[in-house]
């Protein structure tokens, strides 16, 4: 007998080798190899007959392998495999390319099981052929029960191991499974919704019953499926409200006064009017700061909705209060500019303001670490450079953290523990879907400014391709000479790769004596030196430089309203967000703007419809749930390291309600736990599968 921890060379089938090979993927236990779901079915109950196949049907027929032929074509050394599959109604031929193993596998005589699209044979030839269909080859040994006569699950290959070799392995490992294994979730709750029990959600998910609807089953969305679903989701937001709990069972702290004098002064602040979203945000942060309890909340919106102004305002009524705040970006440039356009505003009005990022040095550092501490200092601006353990405040109270999804819930712990009660406040780059939010912020409360200061216009979006490239420089100059500045993005996908910064570093070049000879053309990419960082963005801010070649490093909150136009150099390389990101550093004042995008010339046409996609809107959440779709939540969210817990059967996009469902239910049970007797085994279970992930991503 084995149980989900057994590791997974116990199981029959599998020797050291294997377990070695499916240890590269992750799977270490059984438990691990269970929740390894197929990605689709097949109803081998019934094949299609092979004369009923039609062009363009995809079907699963079962046939002997009559001939089989591998040919090389003479010009570039391509391999054709083709051979003739037959059954008792018709023959139709299968073609691979560039597979000369399967002259082996698929030979003569062999009974094989083909998955795949019949369409028109090509080269005067006539009849049906299947294209690289999905094959198995069936053995004369073949235990019926497991690979055909029913509906069988199809995995996605694992190193060594093809998807009937995982299927066997599995069916093995359920058989040899206790039949009656605990079950974490509280009792209740699978029931209500009619799930099955843990052990049979698995033995279903994998190999399902004769009656299973299939449509559901496909979808990943057979109660077997959505019970697994739930449980995933269920532990994972009971961490995120455990961890709200104790964040609200610390020891109470007198929330900040708001006054109208106090009021008076955050309203001489302001060069404008806030918008009516702006407002409701801002009360619904102030109100938190105002409660005994820490604040942990998410401020989301569009880029440009002005977000940046109402993490200052709150600031300013901490130091009003008596005590600090600070600021943390996810870029030198970011912090810089933060730093310097808070400079500006509260120029003058008695709140002095530092910066604090690792180009900081020597004496200057000491000075801004000893102000903290001694709290003559109340603003700080910086990068995760503010996480260190020597940066010590007398009194902070608010921790911005203007992020790109880098930081976990463990780092924002961190720089809550640098004040008594710190109130944090986390504020996304990129609007996110609901879902996403919920998965990798489930633990702070929602604020959202839905408007756009008044007078914006969205920003006139075009594709353009190299043909174009004198008019848009035409272009470029003619608002240039109506006193607007440029930006000229440069993507690089990774900051640091030489040969990309030379590409940028050749571009700016060419365009300052080339293109724009009589015109001051800068350049900003992540490593210049902090000074000259400054000085480049300083007088692009100033206006002094027209047309600014930047790379990516401006894609996070530049903000220059008299800049109106960008063209973005091979944009196809870039995901829809970080495109969106990147427009928004334009129409930021109230002229008309315009972002002309120019793929490279390796632009396919499924690009090409993407970028098509950023003319049609200029709305970020719609925006974001198309590249969620299309690139799926880790390209999505930009990083590696993205914070987003590994999920291992719920699907983002594809079980929201679930997540709503089990988020409910989850925080439910948080507020009753000291009242359910089986909460310490819950409270390990969440812990088990999600303890390290909540503390989640490194810093960086
Ligand atoms: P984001 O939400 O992308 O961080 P910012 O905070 O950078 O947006 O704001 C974008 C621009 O809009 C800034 O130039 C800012 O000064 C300006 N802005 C913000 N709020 C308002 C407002 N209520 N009215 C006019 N301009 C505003
Ligand atoms: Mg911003």
Redesign the pocket.
């Known amino acids: 007998m084995i149980d989900l921890t057994t590791p997974l060379r116990y199981v029959k089938g599998i020797g050291p080798r294997r377990s070695e090979a499916l240890a590269t993927e992750g799977l270490r236990t059984v438990e691990d190899l269970l929740f390894h779901l197929p990605f689709r079915y097949e109803d081998r109950s019934r094949f299609l007959p092979i004369a009923s196949l039609l062009p363009g049907l995809r079907g699963t027929v079962r046939g002997r392998v009559v001939t089989a032929a591998l040919r090389r074509t003479r010009r570039r050394g391509l391999s054709i495999f083709e051979a003739l599959v037959e059954d008792d109604s018709g023959s139709i031929r299968v073609v691979f390319f560039n597979q000369p193993y399967l002259n082996r596998l698929l030979a003569p005589g062999r009974e094989v099981i083909l998955h795949g699209e019949a369409t028109p044979a090509r080269f005067g030839r006539r009849g049906l052929i299947m294209q690289s269909p999905q094959y198995e080859v069936l053995a004369r040994e073949d235990d019926e029960a497991i690979h055909t006569g029913r509906v069988v699950p199809i995995y996605p290959r694992l190193p060594g191991l093809s998807s009937r070799a995982i299927r066997r392995i599995v069916h093995a490992a359920l058989g040899e499974l206790r039949a009656s294994l605990p079950d974490p979730l509280p009792p209740g709750l699978a029931q209500a919704r009619g799930f099955p029990p843990r052990r049979a959600a698995l033995a279903l998910a994998h190999f399902p019953p004769e009656d299973t609807d299939l449509a559901e089953l496909q979808a990943g969305r057979s109660p077997a499926h959505r019970r697994l679903v739930f449980e995933e989701f269920f532990f994972l937001q009971l961490g995120f409200a455990l961890a709200r709990q104790r964040l609200e069972s610390l020891p109470e702290e007198p929330g900040l006064r708001v006054d109208d004098p106090v009021r008076e002064r955050l309203r001489a602040v302001l060069p ?4 009516a979203a ?1 407002r409701r945000v801002l009360k619904e942060i102030a109100f938190d700061q105002m409660s005994p309890r820490p604040m942990s909340r998410l401020l989301q ?1 569009d ?7 109402i993490a200052l305002l709150a600031s300013l009524l901490a130091v009003e209060n008596g005590h600090q705040a600070a600021f943390m970006a996810p870029t030198e440039i970011l912090a810089e500019q933060h730093h310097r356009s808070f400079r500006r505003l509260l120029e003058g009005r008695g709140y002095p303001i530092a910066l604090l990022t690792a180009g900081v040095k020597g004496a200057a550092r000491r000075q801004v670490l000893q102000g903290l501490r001694a709290g003559t200092i109340p603003i700080l601006v910086g990068t995760h450079a503010l996480l260190e353990e020597e940066v010590r405040f007398r009194s902070l109270r608010l921790a911005v953290i203007d992020e790109q999804h880098r930081f976990g819930v463990a780092q924002r712990a961190r720089l809550r523990g640098k004040g008594k009660r710190t109130d944090v406040l986390v504020m996304t780059a990129t609007p996110i879907p609901r879902s996403l939010a919920l998965t990798v912020y489930g633990d702070l409360t929602l604020s959202v400014i839905d408007e756009l ?2 007078g914006r216009r969205p920003v006139k979006t075009v594709l353009r391709d190299e043909r174009a490239r004198p008019g848009v420089y035409r272009f470029l100059r003619e608002q240039v000479a109506q006193g607007r500045q440029a930006y000229v993005v440069y993507p690089l996908v990774e900051e640091s790769r030489d040969s990309e910064l030379k590409a940028a570093v050749a571009m700016a070049g060419r365009l300052a004596r080339e293109v724009f000879p009589d015109l001051r053309v800068g350049l900003l990419h992540g490593r210049l030196r902090p000074e000259e960082r400054e000085a480049v963005m300083g007088d692009f801010a100033a206006g002094t430089i027209p047309v600014l070649v930047a790379t990516t490093v401006i894609e996070v ?1 530049i ?1 220059v ?1 008299n800049a109106t136009v960008m063209v973005i150099e091979q944009a196809e390389r870039f995901g829809l967000s970080q495109l969106h990101q990147l427009r ?1 550093r334009v129409g ?1 004042g109230s002229s008309e703007s315009y972002c002309i995008l120019m793929p490279g010339t390796r632009g396919t046409e499924e690009s090409l419809r993407r970028l098509q996609i950023m003319c049609e809107t200029n709305d970020g959440f719609i925006i974001a749930r198309r590249d969620l779709e299309m690139r799926g939540p880790g390209e999505f969210l930009g990083t590696r390291q993205s914070g987003i817990p590994d999920l291992r059967v719920g699907d983002i996009l594809r079980d929201l309600d679930i997540l709503e469902d089990a988020r409910r239910e989850a925080f439910d049970l948080a507020a009753r736990l000291a009242t359910i007797p089986q909460r310490g085994d819950l409270v390990r279970h969440m812990e088990r599968r999600w303890g390290g992930r909540l503390g989640m991503v490194q810093v960086g």
Do not use: E
Not at 272 to 275: C, I, N, Y
Not at 303 to 309: F, R, Y
């Open positions: 404008f009017r806030l918008t702006q919106g880029v440009g909705c002005g977000k940046t102004v200061p008044p909150g903000d309203p928004g930021r």
